[in-house]
């Protein structure tokens, strides 16, 4: 698939997730960045693993007013590993895994951890 058809569909899922969790974003201008492939940096830092999607920042129960931060706070997104598991052809297991990446990645951002954000089952 297109570059362009995975990000407007990334975008079109996000106006998907709970309200709440979109005005968050919006809020706190947490950008979500699609790209097209892992970056090696990430692809080290989780050796061996697919990585669908990265939360990069601070999370909100980690900020203070003396946090010192050289990115902005957001969400990627990678194409590359999508394609990976479910071929480059959009499906709608493609699209819940994106929906079920997005809230993993934002409950990152509220500050639960690996293990708590799956055990809700993201």
């Known amino acids: 698939m297109e570059f ?4 407007k569909v990334v975008n079109e ?13 919006r ?8 790209r097209e ?6 692809r080290q830092q989780f050796p061996g693993k697919i990585v669908f999607g990265l939360f990069a920042g601070i999370s909100k129960n980690k ?18 590993s999508f394609e990976i598991v479910f071929g480059r052809k959009m499906t709608g297991e493609m699209k819940g895994q994106i929906y ?8 990152h951002y509220f500050g639960f951890n690996e293990e708590e954000v ?4 993201y």
């Open 4 to 7: 362009e058809e995975f990000e």
């Open 13 to 25: 899922i996000l106006k998907d997730i709970p309200e709440e969790y979109r005005q968050v974003l």
């Open 27 to 34: 809020d706190e201008r947490i950008e979500v960045i699609c």
């Open 37 to 42: 492939y892992v970056p090696m940096g990430v």
């Open 63 to 80: 900020k203070t007013t003396l946090s010192v931060q050289v990115q902005p706070t957001r969400i990627e997104i990678y194409k590359e």
């Open 100 to 107: 079920r990446t997005l809230v993993h990645e934002i409950a």
């Open 118 to 121: 799956r055990f809700r089952g």
